[in-house]
Structures are given as C-alpha cells and as structure tokens.
C-alpha cells in the first residue's frame, strides 16, 4: 500500500495571503496591529474608546486577535458553565526573568490591581503577573498606569509581547545570581533576547498611550524588523536554567538553554511545546531537542535564527500544527543546524550536552551569593493567586515586608512562587512576625504536596477552560492532609484544558480537563523536566481524583523500598499495578 503524501504545509514561502488562516489575514491586513479588518476597517485604538465610554461592552473577535499581542485577553465569566454577560479582560505584565522588582515596583503593581482588577495578582508560570477580572471600561487605564507610573528600571517591563504570535516571557532561573556556590549572569541575556525580540511597531503606543490630542488615525511605524507584516505562526518561548534549577522547564521551550561552566557557553535545545488536543496524536506535548552548543556571544543570534526558521517555515492555515514543535520536527534536525551554521553563521558546536538538573522550589531561608551575607527567601503561593483572603492576608504581608526592608528584590518563579531577595540576616526575625502577623504559614509549616502542587486560572474566566484547576487544588489538598499523605515530595500540576499553561505533562503527576466534569491522569513524569508523564486514566471523573492521588501516594509511601523519587516510582511500576493502588479501573 503506498505512503499517504505528506499533507501540505501553508508557510510564508509557499503560500498566498488568502491560502492561510483568518487570524494571518488579520495581522497582515492590520499594518503592524494598529488597524482591525473587520466588516469595516478600523483602528484598534477606536475599540478601546468605545469601551472606555461605555459605548461597547468588549473587544470584537477580530480586534481580539490582535489584542494578545497587547497582554491582553478578552474573557467572559462563566458560571455554572455557561458564559455570562460579565465582559472582562486579563491583562499580563512582560516581566523577563521573573523582575527584579523594587519596593516602588511592587507598590505600583499593588496599586494597578487595586484600582483596576479584583485585588489579587496572579502569578504566572512564565515568572511574569496577571491582572484579572479587568472591567473593560479600565482597560486603557490600566495599560497606561502601568507604563506611566511602573518605573522600568531597565527591565522592559510593559504589557507589550507578554502574550500574541511573538516571543513571549524570556523566563530564566529565578535564582540565577543568587546561589551560593554557583552565582551565574544569565538573567542579562534573559533581559537582551527579551528586547532583541520584542515588537517595533508604534501601534502600542498609539492604542493606549497617546492622549486625545496626539491621537492619529493612522500607523506612524507599522514596521517589524524581525517579525514583518504577519508575526510569528503562533507563540514562541524561550527559557534560561541554571546547572542547578531546572525551575524553567527548559525542554518545554521553543528555545531552551543551559549555560556550560560559568556561562561562557550554553547548550540549546529546541522544540518543546506542552500545548495539545484531546484525541489528535499530532497534536501532542514534545519535549526540545539537543541542537548544540554556542558561545555566550552568540546566544542572542541563534534565538533570533530560530525564531526567523518558525517565522518563515511555521505552519500558518492549520493554527494547531503551527508550533515551532512541529517545524523543527517536520524541517528535521540536521537542517536546522545546516541552517544556523552556513545561513546565520553560527558556530554550533556537537558537544555533548550537560545533564539537565531537576526543578528547585527554593521554599524557606537560603543563603545569598556575595560578600554582604544577605539571605533570599522562597515563599509558596497557592496556584500563584497572591491575595488576602479571610484571615490569610498574604499580599499585604509582602507588601509590609517589602516596604520595611531597604534595597529589598521582589521576583517570581517558573512555579508560581515568590522569591524576597537581598534580606539582611537580622532582619530574618522580622520578616518571619510579619509573615505571622497576617497569618501567612512559613514554608516549612506547609505540607510538601500543597506547597508543590499548582493549577491555571481555568474556570471561570479562561474561554478554554473545561474544567477546574486553581479552584480545585485547594479541595484536594485537604483531602491528601486529611488522609495522611500529603508529606510526600511529589509535584503535581492541574489544567483545565490540554492548553497545559500550568505544564502537566512534565510534572510527576498532571491532571488535564476532559470535558465538563472530568480529568486525564498522567504520571512519571521526571523532575528534571526529561520526560513526559504518561497516561494512567484517559478520563477519570473528578470526583474520583482524591481516591486515585490518596491511593498513589499511600502506595508511594508504603511500597518503595529504594526511595524512589515519586516520579520514578511511577514510572516504572506497571499501571495495571499502580491502578491496583489507586482502587480504580481505565
């Protein structure tokens, strides 16, 4: 029987405009995102006024589309399920590398939630904050407050590029400069691919920040050096670890690097993406691929390159196969290094690639690289929500705490976390009553799986979500503390949907919405971010979730005599067994 030819790829060196995808149509036809091309063109900047007056509840889907390349997401609260008249928006900051953020930073932030979201900030897992339940009438006001009143200090932080077809959050350790025994300088090349990539159109500033006066009706630079007229097929991201914390994920990246030594070189891998669709086998999470190796000098070039390759080669009709995942899958590895040596010059070693270390929390008091013996210390926060809440007031003990400690950093983790940086050591009992003043549970007063375990925002406000997550989590964690095994070290992560923003397949347990009231389970994954978790239940009903976590971690607990990390024990008992703990049939 003959092979089915391959079906066709819609690239930009292939195809005509009227071949690909509305959404491409949209970007090109909007002329560096300033105009929407709907049933009749208009500005992007005349929606937001309409909104702001009153004159409009919400964005129209075509101006939707661009508006993510804003740090912008139009949603609608649901309940019950069911989509409500409550037009909001989510906002996200670009805030490469997790901050640093200063006292004034951090008040302005404070102060943007305050005055123009619900109150809380929700912290991300791409190290950047998100402002929910942003009313649409606010919606200008915030992006405005945020670029006039947040100083930048040298970080590029805005709301530009923080989502849309471009490259999003440059994460990298959280903890980069601050280990003790091995202070690394990555966060500064964090810091350049995140403006080397960032979009060059005035567009922005057109929408959001010019007054009345200023305003014109027209593009004064719809040029994108890199991205040209239509962007990047879909979202793009890169991520810096540390030889010690892999809390970036970096096998999850489009661009994922390692640095060699004292960072005088990096290894690159590539080609990581956790995104799928239940049911489609193309579809799929995949972890990245060893490219090489390049100097530090060149780092920035071959993110640049890459992103060229997906710009030129990416799929751009079928926005499901449209990951740089594929395209390096599809192009093949070989030509993607051909590619990067004799096109883009550069010097791709075949070195062999370091071992990639496992994810760190940094939970509780650590000592801090440099001479003045300060201290840094990791504070969990539940699915990132930080907020207070009934006799927890969590964001107002961090806002005492970092107001009351001169020179004090402020910075987030790829696990949601805070890290408070730059604590003198006497200041540590202070720190710690202030934390208990606002009944905040220091780390080691949390048990491991509620201090490890994480979800996304999911319902109600995500439009993608089918079920559950950072609502959820809580419920759970009772449940295993009440049944006596929530001690066990094992991260777990929970999505609404196989968007995985919260990364689920490269946790040692994720769970994935699956319809209206049910989950996929997968366990093994590595704590190294090294392979995927498998499917153990393809669809399991929510309310047997705490039947099959107590289950499993019982049996972790009580059947493994070689201390297997809980990871590996899954991995390697057969799931009819591991079915056989959890008491539950497929």
């Not at 928006?89 to 404070?110: K, Y």
């Not at 005035?202 to 009706?217: C, H, N, P, R, V």
């Not at 640049?304 to 799929?315: D, F, S, T, V």
């Not at 006497?426 to 208990?436: A, G, I």
Request: charged letters at 25%; a negative charge; one cysteine or more.
């Amino acid at each position: 029987m003959p092979k089915k030819s391959p079906p066709k790829v819609f690239s930009l060196l292939n195809s005509d405009l009227s071949e690909l995808s509305k959404v491409e149509r949209l970007k090109a036809e909007s002329e560096g995102l300033f105009w929407v091309a709907g049933k009749e063109k208009h500005s992007f900047r005349s929606e937001i006024d309409a909104m702001t007056t009153g004159e409009a509840k919400t964005l129209s889907n075509e101006a939707k589309e661009l508006s993510k390349h804003f740090g912008v997401y139009k949603q609608q609260e649901r309940v019950s399920g069911r989509k409500s008249d409550n037009f909001i928006f989510m906002v996200r900051l670009r805030l490469p590398s997790g901050g640093e953020m200063s006292a004034e930073q951090w008040a302005a932030v404070g102060e943007a939630s305050d005055r123009f979201s619900n109150g809380s900030l929700r912290l991300t897992t791409r190290q950047s904050i998100q402002f929910h339940y942003v009313p649409g009438a606010e919606l200008s006001a915030l992006v405005r407050f945020l670029n006039e009143e947040y100083p930048n200090r040298g970080l590029e932080i805005s709301t530009l590029a923080a989502c849309g077809d471009v490259n999003r959050n440059t994460m990298c350790s959280v903890a980069d400069d601050l280990i003790a025994d091995q202070p690394m300088n990555s966060r500064e090349i964090a810091f350049q691919i995140a403006d080397d990539l960032a979009p060059r159109t005035s567009s922005y500033f057109q929408a959001f920040l010019t007054d009345d006066e200023g305003k014109i009706e027209a593009p004064l630079n719809p040029e994108e050096p890199l991205y040209g007229k239509q962007y990047l097929p879909r979202k793009f991201k890169v991520g810096i670890a540390h030889p010690q914390d892999n809390s970036v994920d970096l096998l999850t990246q489009d661009v994922g690097l390692l640095p060699v030594g004292k960072g005088e070189e990096f290894d690159v891998h590539s080609g990581g993406g956790m995104g799928s669709t239940h049911g489609q086998e193309d579809a799929r999470p995949l972890l990245g691929l060893y490219l090489g190796r390049v100097s530090r000098a060149q780092v920035i070039d071959t993110v640049r390159a890459i992103a060229i390759l997906q710009k030129e080669n990416g799929e751009r009709k079928d926005r499901r196969q449209a990951r740089w995942k594929y395209t390096i899958r599809r192009l093949g590895l070989e030509t993607v290094q051909k590619h990067l040596r004799e096109r883009f010059e550069i010097d791709l070693k075949d070195s062999p690639p370091l071992p990639i270390p496992p994810n760190q929390f940094f939970h509780g008091w650590r000592d801090e690289a440099g001479e003045r013996g300060d201290l840094f210390l990791g504070i969990p926060v539940a699915s990132g929500r930080l907020q207070d809440s009934g006799d927890v007031k969590m964001r107002s003990a961090i806002s005492r705490v970092v107001a009351g400690v001169p020179g004090i950093g402020v910075r987030i983790t790829g696990n949601q976390d805070l890290l408070l940086c730059h604590i003198p050591s006497d200041k540590r009992s202070w720190v710690e009553d202030v934390l208990r003043e606002h009944g905040v549970a220091l780390p080691d007063e949390v048990s491991a799986f509620r201090r490890q375990a994480f979800g996304c925002p999911a319902l109600p406000t995500c439009g993608l979500a089918m079920t559950d997550a950072e609502q959820a989590l809580p419920g759970l964690c009772d449940a295993l503390e009440a049944a006596g095994v929530a001690d066990v070290d094992v991260v777990l992560r929970m999505a609404g949907c196989p968007n995985h923003c919260s990364r689920p397949p490269s946790a040692e347990i994720g769970l994935t919405g699956f319809g209206k009231n049910a989950h996929m389970v997968c366990v093994g994954g590595s704590r190294e971010g090294t392979r995927l978790a498998q499917v153990l239940y393809p669809k399991l009903e929510s309310e047997q979730l705490i039947q099959v976590l107590v289950g499993l971690l019982r049996a972790i607990k009580e059947n493994n005599p070689e201390g297997l990390s809980v990871g590996e024990f899954l991995h390697r008992t057969p799931f009819e067994k591991l079915r056989e703990f959890a008491g539950v049939e497929a």
